[in-house]
């Protein structure tokens, strides 16, 4: 094993004295965190696992990167402890975003309160990001897998080994990600790393994921987008619902109302209980306004075949879908269709139920949901249990609905952490 002594650990400079900061990641959390802490004086150095920095980053918000939103709110996140997050917020807010990316060059603008570069270009603020870790003096170490981590008796300083090398370190930031999208690197390493340091985790399941549901008959309608309100039940209660649009798949349904439940639905499914989605495709009928549409309709088109009766309700594949659903001939005359068969097909287009079985893996999630208990956590980040170490970002138990929840999120806990590292409070 190769070691590398404090001063050593980076390279420019022998001042004992001067306090080197760690950080075990290169995402937005890890990057915010490094350019906290060098800000502070600090020597910093970033572990890399890939093979350049913020690769994750470049995908989010379809490639424009939504860097928050002026509704901040811990309602808008998920964790086991909601004030936790709430006092974290209020510490590196909205406002707080907007001041760090614009003294970095970056100009913003804003549409309906989501936050964007005004270039729209993820690639924006990946280049402020690293031109201001370059002018830091913030030394990057690609292809770095860190794979352990702990306290030297010896030197009292946080050990971090990547194979053959160790490295011995004032303070550590874990800014490694969750376990969604593996292919950018983040696989779940972090979390190991943290329950060697005994830290224990809330269970993790993807999030903001598309959702598999049992009927065969979705793939007659795959491709259909249609306004919903969505709502998923279990145990006959409603557990989450959303609005807005919904995208069916042949194996399921997707659109960010889906994602915006799905972390509930995975838990529940964790726990083995049923879980049915009911899709309301008129959510904007009252009972009595959609009962007096149906009666006119029936007035006024009597000598129609039962699909054109149903022509202009919902998508085309939709109504054909329910129509066979109800038993009917798309080509028998309505006026003599079976009166409850034409009511199922109203009733379908306001309750259409499908069975959950499952989600899409972290392969397909935008976050993954659970992670380090932050009860074990300080509000400066700091971890409770191992002095000096510090965790911010997605290996956290805290993600964020659609909409820069997760950016913000990335920026508040990295800074936070970056910033209590450097000043070693």
Request: with cysteine; charged share 25%.
């Amino acid at each position: 094993m190769r070691g590398y002594s404090v001063n050593q650990a980076y390279t420019g400079g022998n001042d004992m004295k001067e306090r080197i900061v760690g950080v075990v990641g290169g995402g937005p959390a890890g990057m915010t965190a490094a350019i906290a802490a060098a800000r502070c004086g600090c020597r910093v150095m970033i572990f890399e696992r890939n093979d350049r920095i913020g690769k994750k980053l470049l995908s989010t918000g379809n490639g424009k990167c939504n860097l928050g939103n002026r509704m901040l709110s811990e309602q808008e996140y998920g964790g086991s402890s909601p004030k936790w997050i709430r006092e974290s917020l209020s510490r590196f807010g909205t406002e707080d975003t907007i001041c760090f990316f614009q003294g970095l060059g970056l100009l913003i603008k804003e549409r309906n309160g989501y936050l964007y570069p005004a270039c729209e270009q993820a690639s924006a603020v990946l280049d402020v990001l690293r031109a201001e870790l370059k002018a830091l003096g913030v030394r990057i170490l690609t292809g770095c897998l860190i794979d352990k981590i702990g306290k030297d008796r010896s030197t009292g300083k946080i050990q971090v080994c990547a194979g053959k090398d160790t490295y011995f370190l004032d303070r550590v930031v874990l800014a490694c990600g969750g376990k969604a999208a593996p292919r950018t690197g983040s696989d779940g390493a972090g979390y190991r790393l943290a329950e060697n340091l005994r830290h224990s985790l809330r269970p993790v399941v993807p999030a903001l994921v598309q959702l598999r549901c049992r009927e065969d008959c979705l793939k007659a309608v795959a491709g259909v987008r249609a306004e919903a309100l969505v709502r998923a039940v279990a145990d006959g209660k409603t557990i989450a619902s959303e609005r807005g649009e919904v995208q069916l798949t042949d194996y399921g349904i997707s659109g960010i109302p889906v994602f915006q439940m799905s972390r509930t639905v995975n838990y529940c499914l964790r726990e083995q209980r049923e879980v049915t989605v009911i899709l309301d495709f008129l959510p904007d009928y009252s009972s009595e306004e959609y009962a007096g549409m149906q009666k006119a309709r029936e007035m006024m088109q009597p000598d129609r075949t039962v699909e054109e009766f149903f022509t202009g309700i919902l998508h085309k594949k939709l109504m054909m879908l329910f129509i066979k659903t109800a038993g009917l001939k798309p080509n028998e005359p309505v006026d003599q269709a079976k009166k409850k068969a034409l009511n199922q097909v109203f009733a379908l287009c306001r309750k259409w139920e499908l069975h959950v079985t499952g989600s899409n893996s972290f392969d397909h999630a935008q976050v993954s949901a659970g992670g380090v208990d932050t009860d074990q956590v300080t509000e400066k980040m700091e971890s409770k249990l191992v002095p000096g170490v510090y965790f911010a970002g997605e290996i956290l138990d805290v993600d964020g609905k659609c909409g820069g929840y997760n950016l913000q999120w990335a920026w508040c806990s990295g800074y936070l952490a970056g910033d209590a590292a450097g000043r070693g409070t």
